[in-house]
């Protein structure tokens, strides 16, 4: 029995064999269809998906290397989307830097406005250079001649060496000639000059420390401007303060029908007899002005008021300062109007 097993073995050993043989080609030949069929369609995959990239941009077959040198310029720019931190590393502590405090840049301050000086400190400035004169002339031709009488008006210091400016009707006749200082000191005086037709005068005390006011500049005045008058109303209230606005520039009047004064600054302070020779003041202390003129009445329209002129302060400047300028050379002249008196001793 165990003979004839032996004796058929080769044959089935054999065929076995070549039944593997098989099988293992078989395989070979799938696995290279696939291989074949992967490779097949990754080519197809290829060409149809450059065809479909070409399709989408509108690129023809003919125009390949330019557009495809375009469609890479334009996927250059793309923008890359910046990628969001994910949980963990957002909860990674970061340090935060330290800000150092900048240095400020120094700038210059606003312009501060210059406020207007209130009318009590105008007054207060010029008030000490503010005077009585006291005129006490004969009054022949009055019914009995051997009577005197005084006429008061105003007047102001301009040179601290004692010149003192007033109007011509103040010191008109003079015989004695008397300035009480706004401290109630009384002084002689003595006439310098004076000028009818200007109706300026200048007198002077012998004093060398005198509070003098300081001039303004008539030629900038404003209609509506504030002024203040100043001097001994009715010749009783020394020192009196008036308040108004300047209401003409520039103004003429004439007096007894003979003589014409122009270039008058018009105002509504009231400028009382007495007031004659004291300053009119701006806002800022300033003499603009000698009060001289008001105007009570008129026989064409009746009574006025609040009408009130005074000489300019540029008009009036220029002639005492050559006035001024004459008194200490010792000169004596007469020109028109104008009649400046020789120096001589003040009276006692």
Not at 46 to 67: C, M, R, Y
Not at 212 to 231: K, P, Y
Not at 236 to 242: A, G, I, R
Request: hydrophobic share 45%.
């Amino acid at each position: 029995m165990q003979s004839d097993a032996n004796e058929n073995s080769p044959p089935v050993h054999a065929a076995f064999h070549h039944l593997l043989q098989r099988s293992s080609l078989t395989t070979c030949m799938v696995i290279m269809l696939v291989m074949l069929s992967f490779s097949v369609g990754a080519l197809l995959g290829g060409i149809t998906g450059g065809a479909l990239v070409l399709w989408v941009n509108g690129i023809q077959p003919g125009d390949a290397p330019e557009a495809l040198q375009a469609l890479g310029t334009e996927t250059e720019s793309i923008p890359v989307c910046t990628p969001v931190l994910s949980e963990v590393s957002a909860q990674i502590p970061t340090s935060t830097p330290t800000q150092v405090p900048s240095t400020p840049t120094p700038t210059s301050a606003p312009p501060t406005a210059t406020a207007t000086p209130s009318l009590a400190d105008s007054v207060a400035r010029v008030l000490p250079a503010v005077v009585t004169i006291v005129n006490q002339r004969s009054a022949a031709g009055v019914g009995r001649n051997d009577i005197s009488t005084r006429i008061r008006g105003s007047g102001t210091i301009i040179d601290a060496r004692g010149y003192i400016a007033t109007n011509y009707h103040v010191v008109q006749g003079a015989a004695q000639l008397t300035v009480i200082l706004s401290t109630g000191e009384e002084l002689p005086a003595r006439l310098v000059a004076l000028d009818a037709q200007r109706e300026m005068a200048l007198v002077r005390v012998e004093r060398e420390d005198l509070p003098a006011a300081t001039w303004g500049d008539s030629n900038a005045v404003r209609l509506g401007e504030w002024v203040v008058a100043i001097g001994s109303a009715l010749g009783d209230f020394p020192n009196s303060v008036t308040v108004g606005v300047i209401s003409g520039i520039n103004r003429s009047i004439d007096l007894d029908g003979s003589i014409r004064i122009s270039g008058l600054i018009q105002t509504d302070a009231a400028i009382n007899k007495g007031n004659s020779g004291g300053p009119l003041v701006n806002q800022h202390g300033e003499v603009i002005g000698i009060n001289t003129f008001i105007i009570r009445e008129n026989q064409r329209v009746g009574v006025a008021e609040g009408i009130s002129f005074a000489i300019p302060s540029a008009l009036a400047r220029e002639i005492l300062e050559q006035w001024i300028v004459a008194d200490k050379h010792g000169a004596a002249s007469a020109t028109g109007g104008e009649t400046i008196v020789p120096g001589a001793a003040f009276p006692q």
